[in-house]
Structure formats: structure tokens, C-alpha cells
């Protein structure tokens, strides 16, 4: 008989909470964007778009949608006895990837349209980010005890220090000609971004990758992140802007 590793009551409760947080997130960024003239609300249409799009990730998850049961077969070796196999059943929530595929290059063109980074930058920041995620999803549906689960995980990892690479030294490099202001700026909510997002590898290298964390520890660890990265994030830069001459972006 499989070992099942599903969701329980706190998991499912804390799907529904961030659902309702990022409703109210989208709704108070959509107010936000009303005090401020059309051609000043670039950063709230994109960060109103990414708590939507959270929100709609968390519906699906929440509802028991957007998510697969990953049928894990382990084997053990054992001396002089025949080997013996170990059957577990985890959820794996690919309504995640789906929603970082799209909020993290919307988060990134954020930081790097606030850092005044040239749109090749900004590009290739995204084009590595966007093979961080997709070489995640490929790392959490991969075989158990396999060599390519983790080398997939070790491209993302990969993808993911270009994404810091650019981001760090184009967007830092960016952000001080605009000025010191905008430059401390950055570098705080820009630090911040770089905390929480290097979260995200750790979670799931003890959670999908080991399982060392139990389905419910993987919920409550992404929904606190999610919060921090999306709600949070998107609150202290659109309150900033609103009061940042030096952040305003003309297209
Ligand atoms: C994966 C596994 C492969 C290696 C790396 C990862 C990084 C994920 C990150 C996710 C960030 C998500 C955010 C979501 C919304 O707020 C895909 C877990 C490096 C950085 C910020």
C-alpha cells in the first residue's frame, strides 16, 4: 500500500486564505492606481496582474484543480536480500509553476523598469528566469531517485543566479545613475526580492525534491512567501512610486 502524502485541513484553509488575500491585494492596488494619473500606473497594472494571477493559482489549488497526484516508486538496495520497493502518492501543485511562469518575469520587469534597465537587460533576466521555472516543473514531475530529477533543479539553480546577475549589477548600475533616492530604493526592495525568492529553491528542495516536508509544510511555506513576495512587494513599491518622482517610467 502507497504512503499518501496529501493535503490536510491546514493546507486547504491556508489555499483559501491566500486566495482572499490576493483578491484584496488586486482590489486595493486597483484603488491605489486611481490616485495617480494613467501615465504614472505602468507599475500597478503589472502589479495588480500578478496578484491576480496569484489569486487565480490559488483558486485552482484550493479547489483541488490545479493539482496531480506524483505516483513515487523508491527503491532500496539492500545485502544479500532481494530489493524493496517503497510506494508513495504526493501532490504536486503545478498550478504553481503556471502562476510563477508568468508573476515572476512581471515581477522582474517591475524591478528592472524601476531600475531603468535597457529592455535587452530586462529581456534576458526574464528569458533566464522563465527557465528557472519551467526546468522546476520538470525537476518536480521527474522520477524519484533519478539523476536527472535533481540536474534540473541544477539548471534552475543556474538560470537563477543570471537572473540575480542581471538584475544585481545592470539594475544596480541603472538605479545609481537615477539618482541616490531611487538608488536606496532599489537596493532595499530589490534585497528583499533577493531573500525571499532564494526561499523558494530551499522549500522545495526539502519539500518536492526530498520530501523531507510534508505536503501541508510545503502549502503554509509558499503561501508565507507568496504574501511577502507578491503582496507585500507590490504594496511598498506601488506606495513608494506614488511618492518617487525618480521611479516614474516614460513608454
Ligand atoms: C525552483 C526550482 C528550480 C530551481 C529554482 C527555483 C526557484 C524558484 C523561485 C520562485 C519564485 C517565486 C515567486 C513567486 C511569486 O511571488 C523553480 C523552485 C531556483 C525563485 C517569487
Redesign the pocket.
Known amino acids: 500500500t502507497p504512503i499518501h502524502e496529501f493535503a490536510g485541513d491546514a493546507g486547504k484553509k491556508t489555499l483559501w486564505v491566500v486566495f482572499v488575500l490576493m483578491i484584496i491585494a488586486s482590489a486595493a492596488f486597483t484603488a491605489l492606481s486611481w490616485k495617480v494619473p494613467v501615465s504614472k500606473r505602468l507599475y500597478h497594472v503589472i502589479t495588480t496582474l ?1 496578484t491576480i494571477i ?1 489569486a487565480l493559482s490559488y483558486f485552482a489549488m484550493a479547489t483541488g484543480h490545479g493539482v496531480s497526484v506524483h505516483k513515487i516508486t523508491i527503491r532500496h538496495q539492500h545485502d544479500h536480500v532481494p530489493d524493496t520497493f517503497e510506494h508513495v502518492h504526493r501532490q504536486v501543485f503545478w498550478a504553481r ?1 503556471v ?2 511562469s508568468l ?2 518575469p512581471l ?1 522582474i520587469l517591475d524591478l528592472g523598469l524601476l531600475a531603468g534597465m535597457s529592455g535587452a537587460h530586462i529581456f534576458m533576466a526574464i528569458a533566464a ?1 522563465i527557465i ?2 519551467l ?3 520538470f ?2 514531475f521527474g522520477s524519484e531517485g533519478t539523476p536527472q530529477k535533481w540536474g ?2 541544477t ?3 543556474i ?2 543566479i543570471f ?1 540575480i546577475w542581471h538584475l544585481a549589477l545592470n539594475g544596480g548600475a541603472n538605479a545609481t545613475a537615477k539618482g541616490p533616492k531611487l538608488r536606496t530604493f532599489f537596493i532595499a526592495i530589490a534585497g528583499y ?1 533577493l531573500v ?3 526561499a ?2 530551499i ?3 526539502l519539500a ?1 525534491g526530498s520530501r523531507k516536508v510534508g505536503v501541508d509544510g510545503e502549502i503554509i511555506a509558499y503561501a508565507v ?2 504574501v511577502l ?2 503582496g507585500v ?1 507590490g504594496a511598498w513599491l506601488l506606495i513608494t512610486h506614488a511618492n518617487l518622482r525618480e521611479s516614474d517610467v516614460e513608454l
Open positions: 500578478i496569484a509553476y502562476d510563477w508573476t515572476t515581477l528566469d528557472m521555472i526546468t522546476g516543473l525537476a518536480a534540473w533543479y539548471i534552475g539553480c538560470a537563477y537572473v526580492t525571499l525568492w532564494t523558494y529553491p522549500v522545495w528542495g518536492d512567501l507568496d513576495a507578491k512587494f
